[in-house]
C-alpha cells in the first residue's frame, strides 16, 4: 500500500467467508484484485439506542413498561451525585442515607428530589434496619470464614474453670441440658491438650458451647470484663469442632444435645443458617429417640427405669416443639417436628410425675408451653381450608395475640421482670419467654401481610405488618423489656442475642415507623424518648465491635430523623 489508498473499516464479505486476513482498501482489497473477484464491502447498521428499544418493549406490553421505567429510575438514582457523609457516624439521618439506598425510599422519584427539604422523603425505618442486620450478619461471617481456620484460641484454664460453675450455678436448664455430666465437662479444662487423651468432638461442642454461655453471664465479669473477650473464640472453636463431629453423629442423646446448643448458638451469632441446620439435625434425633411419642401406647420402654426422667424428656421435647414453630413462625422455615403426629404431655401433670418445682423457672415453662399451644392454634387457623374473609382471619388472630398478652398478665410475668432480681437464670428464663411471646405477636400479624400474596420471599416493605393497637403494645413492651435488660446485664453480648435471636429491630423499627408517619408527633414523646434511650444504651455497650457499626448507624440515623422532624414542630 503507499498509503495514499483508503481502508474500509470493515473487511471485505470474501475475505470473510473464507476468514483470511483482508487488508480493506478501497474500492478493492489485495486478494480480490489478485484474483479479479468483485469486492463487496458490508454497510455498517446502525445500532438502536437504549430509548428505542425500550419504546419498542413499551408498545408489547405494559408490565414490560414498568420494569423499564422503574430501572430507568434506579439508574438515575444510582448516576445522581451522592452526598458527603457527616464526620460522625451517629449523626447522619436517614433522609441522606436513602439517597444511595433506593429501597428505603417510598415514591420518591430521584435522589435530588428526595433530598430537597421541601420534599419530605417517607421513609420504611424496616427496610433500612433489615439492611443493617444484613450487613451485620455479613461482616460476621466473614470474619468467621477465615478465622475458624487461621485464629488461635488460647482460653486460660481458670477463666473457663470460672465460666463452667457459673454456668451450672447461674444458666436455666434448656432442652436436656439436665442430662449433661457436670463432672465430665469440669475435667475437660486440665486434659485438654494433654497428649494421648483424645476426647470426642461431639463432647468439645458441648464444651465450647457451655464455655460461650459462661463467659457472658454476670458472674463471670463481675471483677473484670475480661471473660467477655473469649465469646469469640468458644464459638470459633465450636465451629472447627463442628465437622468432625457431624462425621461421627450416630443419633444419640448426646448428638442430640449437642445439635440443640449450637442451635442456639448460631442463631445467637446471626449465622441463621448453621442454626437452621443443627435444628434438623435435632428434630432427627428426637424422632429416633422416640421422644415425640414419650407419651404413646406404641412405644415400648425396656423398663421402668427408662422412663424416670420422663418429665425432663417432656419438658425438653416442649422446647424443641417451641423453637420448631419459632423457625416456621419468624424465618419461614418449614416445620419439621410439628408436622408429624406427636405425643407428648406436659411435664408434671401425669398422675406418676413429681409435682411442679417451685419458684419462677416452672412458672415461665408453663407460661411458654401455653404460648405455644397459641401458635398451633394460629397455624391451624392459616391451613383450615373453611376459613372466611383475611378480615376473618385477622379477627381471629387478633384474639390469639391478645390471649398471648393475658397468659403473661395472669402469670405476673412482666411484673416480675419490673422488680431487681440478682439470678442470672431467673433473669433469662423470664426474658426468653417474654420475648418469644411478644415476637411471635409481631410476626403472626405479619404473616397476615402475605396472605394474598404470590411471592415465595417474605414481604419486607413498609407494609410488612398490618397497623395494629396489639402490635403496637407488643413491640413497646419488647423495647422496654430490652432496656431494662441491657441495665442488668450491660454487655454487647447482650445486645448481640436480643437483636439476633430474638429480631428485637423489627420492635424498634414498627415504633420508629408509626411516630414518622404520625400526623402529630408530639402524641408519641413516650415512644421517642424510648427508641433514645436504646439507641443510646447500644451505643455505648457496642464500642468497639465493628461488625456491630451498621446497625448502631441505622438505630441512631432513624433517631436523628425523628429528632429533625420534632424540632420542625417547635
Not at 470459633?236 to 463442628?242: D, K
Not at 422412663?307 to 416445620?335: S, T
Amino acid at each position: 500500500m503507499t498509503g495514499l489508498e483508503q481502508l474500509n473499516r470493515l473487511s471485505c464479505t470474501r475475505c470473510k467467508d473464507r476468514k483470511v486476513r483482508c487488508n480493506r482498501v478501497m474500492p478493492r482489497c489485495s486478494r480480490c484484485n489478485t484474483h479479479d473477484a468483485e469486492c463487496v464491502y458490508p454497510q455498517r447498521v446502525k445500532r438502536k439506542s437504549a430509548r428505542e428499544i425500550a419504546e419498542q418493549y413499551i408498545q408489547s406490553g405494559p408490565a414490560l413498561a414498568t420494569i423499564l421505567n422503574r430501572l430507568e429510575q434506579l439508574e438515575a438514582r444510582s448516576a445522581a451525585p451522592s452526598v458527603a457523609a457527616t464526620p460522625r457516624a451517629t449523626s447522619y439521618t436517614p433522609s441522606v442515607s436513602t439517597c444511595s439506598s433506593p429501597a428505603a425510599v417510598v415514591n420518591t422519584p430521584s435522589c435530588v428530589d428526595s433530598c430537597d427539604a421541601s420534599h419530605r422523603v417517607e421513609i420504611d425505618a424496616t427496610t433500612i434496619l433489615k439492611d443493617a442486620v444484613d450487613q451485620v450478619q455479613h461482616l460476621r461471617l466473614r470474619s468467621f470464614s477465615t478465622s475458624v481456620i487461621t485464629e488461635v484460641i488460647d482460653i486460660p484454664v481458670d477463666l473457663a474453670k470460672c465460666w463452667i460453675k457459673n454456668y451450672f450455678a447461674h444458666m436455666p436448664t434448656w432442652m436436656f441440658q439436665s442430662l449433661i455430666d457436670k463432672r465430665t465437662i469440669e475435667l475437660i479444662p486440665d486434659i485438654l491438650g494433654v497428649p494421648h487423651i483424645h476426647i470426642e468432638p461431639v463432647i468439645l461442642v458441648i464444651y465450647y458451647c457451655i464455655l460461650f454461655h459462661g463467659c457472658s453471664l454476670r458472674a463471670s465479669n463481675e471483677s473484670s470484663h475480661a471473660s467477655l473477650a473469649y465469646s469469640r473464640s468458644c464459638y470459633l472453636a465450636c465451629l472447627r469442632a463442628v465437622p468432625c463431629w457431624q462425621r461421627q453423629a450416630t443419633g444419640t442423646m448426646t448428638d442430640l444435645i449437642a445439635s440443640l446448643f449450637m442451635t442456639r448458638v448460631a442463631y445467637q451469632f446471626f449465622d441463621e443458617e448453621l442454626s437452621w441446620k443443627m435444628f434438623r439435625h435435632a428434630c432427627e434425633y428426637c424422632q429416633a429417640l422416640n421422644l415425640h411419642k414419650l407419651d404413646s401406647s406404641d412405644v415400648s420402654w425396656g423398663n421402668e427405669e427408662d422412663k424416670c426422667d420422663c418429665d425432663d424428656d417432656r419438658k425438653g421435647f416442649w422446647e424443641v416443639l417451641q423453637i420448631d414453630l419459632y423457625f416456621r413462625l419468624i424465618m419461614n422455615k418449614p416445620p419439621i417436628i410439628s408436622v408429624n403426629a406427636w405425643q407428648v404431655n406436659l411435664p408434671w401433670l401425669d398422675v406418676n410425675s413429681q409435682p411442679p418445682p417451685h419458684g419462677i423457672q416452672a412458672t415461665a415453662f408453663l407460661a411458654s408451653s401455653r404460648v405455644t399451644l397459641v401458635i398451633i392454634r394460629f397455624f391451624a387457623l392459616l391451613e383450615n381450608p373453611e376459613n372466611g374473609t383475611k378480615a376473618d382471619i385477622m379477627s381471629k388472630t387478633e384474639g390469639l395475640c391478645r390471649e398471648i398478652l393475658d397468659i403473661f398478665e395472669e402469670w405476673q410475668l412482666d411484673k416480675w421482670m419490673a422488680n431487681d432480681t440478682n439470678r442470672d437464670v431467673e433473669i433469662w428464663e423470664v426474658a426468653d419467654v417474654l420475648l418469644t411471646g411478644y415476637t411471635a405477636v409481631v410476626y403472626m400479624f405479619r404473616k397476615m401481610a402475605v396472605l394474598d400474596s404470590t411471592s415465595p420471599e417474605p414481604v419486607t416493605s413498609k407494609l410488612d405488618i398490618p397497623e395494629s393497637v396489639v402490635v403496637m403494645d407488643a413491640c413497646r413492651l419488647i423495647i422496654n423489656l430490652i432496656g431494662r435488660l441491657l441495665v442488668v446485664i450491660p454487655y454487647a453480648d447482650t445486645m448481640i442475642t436480643l437483636f439476633g435471636a430474638y429480631r428485637c429491630y423489627i420492635a424498634f423499627s414498627y415504633i420508629a415507623n408509626a411516630i414518622l408517619r404520625a400526623s402529630d408527633m408530639r402524641q408519641h414523646m413516650e415512644d421517642i424518648k424510648s427508641l433514645e434511650r436504646l439507641g443510646d444504651e447500644a451505643e455505648l455497650l457496642c464500642r468497639g465491635q465493628r461488625d456491630m457499626v451498621p446497625m448502631i448507624r441505622a438505630m441512631q440515623g432513624l433517631n436523628g430523623e425523628i429528632r429533625a422532624r420534632c424540632m420542625q414542630l417547635i
